[in-house]
Structure formats: C-alpha cells, structure tokens
C-alpha cells in the first residue's frame, strides 16, 4: 500500500503563486507514475500534470503549461506542484496520484491508471 498527503494548498489572489506537496509513504519503491489532478464544484476530476520516475519526462494539461511545474524529490519521496500566474478557473481542490505502472503520455492523463490518490487540498484564486 501507499499512502499520498497532500498539503499547500490555500487561498491566493489572480496572478499569485502556490507550492502544492505531496508526500508518499509505504511500498514507494512500487510507484512508477506520479500525478496531480483536480476537481472543482460540479466538475468532473480534470489531469493537471504528471511525472514518470523512470525517465523523469513530464506532462501537463494544456490549460496549466507554461504556468505550473511538477517535479519530484526522490530522496523525500515527495511530488511537488509549482502553480504560477494563477486564475480564477484554477480554483479546485487538487489530488495527488500514484500508479504502479510507467505509464505514457496517455496513461498519465486518464484516473483510472492510477492505483492510489490524495485527500486533496482546497486552492481557490480569488478575483
């Protein structure tokens, strides 16, 4: 088993800037892909980005390129999320994931690939 806790989220202001973390502990050596979603109120949970350890490429949804960074501390076996140039439709509350499998850019993107998540973390960008 392994478990996800996320944490940084909050509230922040248009334009602003947030550090989302999500730390990993158990089987961590079992984790191949990991991934941040989100889902806001009526919304179906929406792929934000993503990191495969074995290669170390990443992946973002389109509307957060340019603006946010995943990476990761494989020492700390922690994930982070780096949001930049925030926007209102950024408000959400944000899952960390971890799948078992390397999963390609398709994978990365799709909930089902992943075999465990986060309670979330509540980030709302005020206007």
């Known amino acids: 088993q392994v478990q996800l806790v996320e944490s940084g989220g909050g509230l922040v202001q248009v334009g602003g800037s947030l550090r989302l973390s999500c730390a990993a502990s158990g089987r961590t050596f079992s984790i191949y892909t990991m991934g941040w979603f989100r889902q806001a109120p009526g919304k179906e949970r929406e792929f934000v980005a993503a990191?495969?350890?074995?290669?170390?490429?990443?992946y973002y949804a389109d509307s957060v390129k340019g603006r946010f960074t995943i990476s990761r501390d494989d020492a700390k076996n922690i994930v982070y999320l780096q949001m930049n140039s925030l926007k209102p439709e950024d408000t959400a509350v944000y899952y960390c994931?971890?799948?078992?499998?390397?999963?390609?850019?398709?994978?990365?993107?799709?909930?089902?690939?992943?075999?465990?998540w986060g309670q979330g973390t509540q980030v709302t960008v005020s206007s």
């Open positions: 990191v495969r350890r074995s290669v170390g490429l990443t």
């Open positions: 994931a971890a799948s078992s499998y390397d999963l390609g850019k398709l994978g990365t993107a799709s909930t089902g690939r992943y075999d465990y």
